[in-house]
């Protein structure tokens, strides 16, 4: 287990590594890229906190995503507010919004619970859909991004705002790493496994649970933040149930409940996504096969192949070395 833990840190640093070095040599398109795939990695860990540990599959997580960028939007170009207090202050009310919805949600589970998440997604879509104030179904537009001037980075640059991403999205997975090594976190695994068993030993399992979808809805709440200051412009499809079904596909793609797992699936999906683009316009057809062939090999997504290979290699080493033991022992007897 030990040594399980310590393949997924690398693999993340491996991760970390690549998207730095894919920044060092990208274009503006590159740019682009990056942040997309930033900000899906953060929305994707998000879920992943009540999908993956706590056994919460929502539908209508993108609710809060979207919720996010509007909040953003709606402080920074209608109050005027500088961005960075927009974002703070959109980032908590997101999670207070996310606290109220998991307190009713978390009564029921299983279909109930995706049913309900999704018809409470569906709502949210709808009312900024038909929210004149907001753009409606026009969007909304003229969102300015985060100023750091005062320490010489201007995120108006396409290649210092992939960065900014990057960064943001390293921290959120340093973080969220932490409180799941925590007695927290723990607990939300057992959720995962077996709810009852918690019950019967006393925990308010429910209360754990609202924390966590709590917990994930100011996460993405964030990230709506950070794809409305990448794109300047927002519209309500960033609440719609199919965004929430693209994050979940990202989460089962690179392994459920791993949080490096998620990262891997959003950058694998938004770069399938625009590489399959370019060649066929049937992109969608072929990455379906190839999710499905990922999901029908029996392993947690990519994450389960890489782990899968490396217990091979790293067996097989070991294996090996045992051999090499034996045969200096019975040389030397």
Known sequence: MEQRRLFR???????????VGYWS????FGFEIIAEIGVFAILAMSLDIIAGYAGLVSLGHAALFGTGAYLLAYFSVV???PVWLAMATSTALTGLIALIVGS??????????????????EMGYEFFFQNRTLGGDDGFAGIDRLDLGFIGVDLMDPASFALFVIVAAAVIYL?????????????????????GRLRALGLPVRAYQTSAFALSGMIAGFAGTLTAQHTLFISPNLLHWT????????????GLGTLVGPVIGAATLVLLRH???????????????????????????LL????????????????DALAAAKEADDAAS
């Not at 840190?9 to 998207?19: D, R, S, W």
């Not at 965004?243 to 690179?254: A, N, Y």
């Not at 683009?277 to 090999?297: C, K, P």
């Open 175 to 195: 973080l969220l790493l932490r409180l799941l090594a925590s007695p927290y976190g723990k607990v939300l695994a057992g959720l995962h496994d077996n709810p």
């Open 304 to 319: 389960g192949w890489l782990e899968w290979g490396w217990d091979l290699v790293s067996g097989k080493t070991r294996r």
């Open 104 to 121: 009713v949600v978390t009564r029921v589970q299983g279909i109930f619970f995706i049913m309900i998440t999704l018809a409470i997604g």
């Open 275 to 301: 590489e399959l683009s370019e060649y066929t316009q049937y992109w969608g057809f072929w990455m379906g096969l190839f999710l499905i062939a990922i999901v029908l090999g029996g392993r947690n997504g």
């Open 9 to 19: 840190q690398v693999l993340a640093f491996l991760v970390l590594l690549a998207m």
């Open 79 to 81: 109050l005027e507010w």
């Open 243 to 254: 965004t929430s079904g693209e994050v979940l596909v990202m989460i089962i793609l690179g």
């Open 25 to 28: 040599q990208a274009d503006y």
